[in-house]
C-alpha cells in the first residue's frame, strides 16, 4: 500500500526556468509533509516541510504548496539552478506525540530532476 | 557538527550470509533511525530508537533483521541469513529527539546480495 505517491519518476528543466515536483497521498491523517533532496552516494538532506494548518511555506528559491482537500503537495524551485538536479522525495507523517507513527516518515519513490544549464 | 557516520559504505555478500551494518549518530540526538531504500523506491523505516529502547520495529523482519542501540549512542543492524532482496542501501538518521522529523541521514550502506 503506496501512502505516499511521486508519479513523475523524472523532470528535466531549463535553467532558470521553474521546476514543479508534485507528491500525492492517500492517508487523510497526514498532517505533516516533508522535501529531501539526494545526491548520488549521499543521504537524504531535509530540504522543506508543511504543516497541515499552512498551505504554502518559502524558503528561498523553494516553496512548497499544499491542497489537503486534494491530498496534494507540491514543491516549487524558482529560479532552477544546475545544483539542484537530485533526487527529490516528498515524505509524510503524523505528528501528535504519542500516535504510532510519531517520529516515521513514509516516503515516495522519489523524482530525479535534471536542470540543464 | 559531525553528521552522521555509517560504515561499510559498500558491501557485497552471498545469500544466506549474515552481514552488520554500523552507524554513530549525531552526539547528542536520542532518535535513532534505520531505514531500508530499495532501488526505485523511497526509504522504509525498518526500527526507530529513542535512546537505547525500540519505539518501533513493525516493520523489520525479525526472523533475520536485529538491531540494537548500546547506551543510547552507537547501533548496529544485522541480516542473517541474507536474502537476494535485502539488496538495498541501509540509511541511519538521527534526529535531537522523536517528533523532529528534519532529521539527519547518513551516507548510507550499499549491500549487494549475490
Known amino acids: 500500500d503506496q501512502q505516499v505517491k511521486q508519479n513523475s519518476p523524472s523532470l528535466s528543466v531549463q535553467e532558470g526556468r521553474i521546476s514543479i515536483l508534485n507528491c500525492d497521498y492517500t492517508n487523510s491523517m497526514f498532517d505533516y509533509f516533508l522535501w529531501y533532496k539526494k545526491y548520488p552516494a549521499e543521504g537524504p538532506t531535509f530540504l522543506i516541510s508543511?504543516?497541515?494548518?499552512?498551505d504554502k511555506n518559502e524558503d528561498g528559491r523553494f516553496t512548497v504548496f499544499l491542497n489537503k482537500s486534494a491530498k496534494h503537495l507540491s514543491l516549487h524551485i524558482v529560479p532552477s539552478q544546475p545544483g539542484d538536479s537530485a533526487v527529490y522525495f516528498c515524505a509524510a507523517t503524523l505528528s501528535f506525540a504519542g500516535g504510532t507513527s510519531y517520529g516515521k516518515l513514509t516516503f515516495g519513490q522519489g523524482t530525479i530532476l535534471t536542470v540543464h544549464p | 557538527e559531525a553528521g552522521v557516520a555509517q560504515s561499510p559504505r559498500y558491501k557485497i555478500i552471498e545469500k544466506r550470509q549474515s552481514v552488520a551494518f554500523w552507524c554513530n549518530p549525531i552526539?547528542?540526538?536520542?532518535?535513532l533511525y534505520w531505514y531500508q531504500q530499495i532501488l526505485g523506491q523511497g526509504p522504509k523505516l525498518l526500527i526507530q530508537f529513542q535512546n537505547n529502547g525500540v519505539v518501533d520495529d513493525s516493520q523489520l523482519p525479525k526472523d533475520r533483521f536485529s538491531a540494537e542501540r548500546l547506551k543510547g549512542v552507537d547501533s548496529t543492524l544485522k541480516i542473517q541469513p541474507a536474502k537476494l532482496e535485502d539488496s538495498a542501501v541501509y540509511l541511519c538518521?538521527?534526529?535531537?529527539?522523536?517528533?523532529?522529523?528534519?532529521?539527519?541521514f547518513g551516507s548510507g550502506t550499499r549491500l549487494t546480495v549475490v
Open positions: 508543511i504543516s497541515s494548518i499552512k
Open positions: 538518521a538521527s534526529s535531537p529527539w522523536t517528533g523532529d522529523y528534519g532529521y539527519t
Open positions: 552526539s547528542g540526538h536520542a532518535t
